[in-house]
């Protein structure tokens, strides 16, 4: 008597990127969020600009201590909340509407989804928000050249400042999507991600001033705009460091999800 094993066929990565993709950019809110993130970082950008430009022509003394980089990036701080919001709803929607029953049973690795599904959330938030943040540092600096004040990619500290523009959008990004698979309902992860990005700020306000010394830097939002400045403040982390403690927020919340996500129900 013959025995015949039949082996479920392996879903290769490169058809899940496909299918990934796929949902991605046919989902409404996917256009809808990228529009605004776009429109607020260049219009709070420029508008800034301007409003600088014109101060700087009046009192060109005040330039001392101008960060006109910095001035030009300041609408990413704005379009992160829409970024973020957009990391939760890629997976959270799903469960949502219990379509991830089907993604599920169409793709039994679990994990393998999950890693598919932050890939390509990931590679299209760092190629929208560097598009994004190289245009409104362009626009910001053509009008802030006109009161002599504006930067250019080849002075000290810009070119890193500009293309961590895209990359702190895109870990802020990364935070949302990692509580969204985490929390698994939309509205909770939207509050553990503003909580996370903003409110610990206030809480740590709260705090003796030797102990919110101590912390407030090490916190997300804080730590991770450093890559944006040129002029360095005080007692702050390194660029660098900075955003490499915003990386780790948005790493812990995603490894608990991958870590879960083999021992939970769809």
């Known amino acids: 008597m013959t025995v015949t094993i039949t082996r479920r066929p392996t879903i290769g990565a490169g058809n899940l990127i496909r299918s990934e993709w796929t949902k ?52 990413i701080y704005l379009a992160q909340v829409a970024i973020g919001a957009l990391g939760v709803l890629v997976i959270s929607s799903e469960y949502g509407t219990g379509m991830i029953r089907a993604t599920l049973g169409a793709v039994p690795q679990r994990r393998a989804m999950l890693a598919a599904k932050a890939a390509v959330f990931a590679a299209c938030t760092v190629a929208i928000s560097e598009l994004t943040s190289f245009l409104t540092f362009g626009i910001g600096q053509a009008v802030l050249h006109r009161a002599r004040a504006g930067a250019s990619l080849a002075d000290p500290g810009v070119l890193r400042a500009v293309i961590g523009g895209g990359l702190y959008l895109t870990a802020v990004g990364m935070l949302g999507f990692g509580l969204g698979a985490l929390i698994r309902h939309t509205a909770g992860a939207l509050s553990a991600f503003f909580g996370i990005l903003f409110a610990l700020t206030a809480i740590a306000d709260l705090l003796p001033t030797n102990w919110r010394n101590d912390v407030i830097e090490y916190l997300p939002a804080n730590a991770g705009s450093q890559i944006l400045t040129v002029l360095p403040t005080k007692d702050s982390l390194p660029p660098w460091t900075g955003l490499g403690v915003l990386c780790l927020y948005a790493l812990a919340p995603i490894i608990a999800a991958f870590v879960l996500i083999k021992h939970r129900d769809a």
């Open 24 to 75: 991605l950019r046919s989902v409404r809110s996917t256009y809808w969020t990228g529009i605004v993130a776009v429109l607020a970082t260049t219009g709070l950008g420029i508008g800034l600009s301007i409003r600088w430009q014109r101060d700087l022509t009046a009192h060109p003394l005040r330039s001392d201590g101008f960060d006109a980089t910095l001035t030009s990036l300041n609408g």
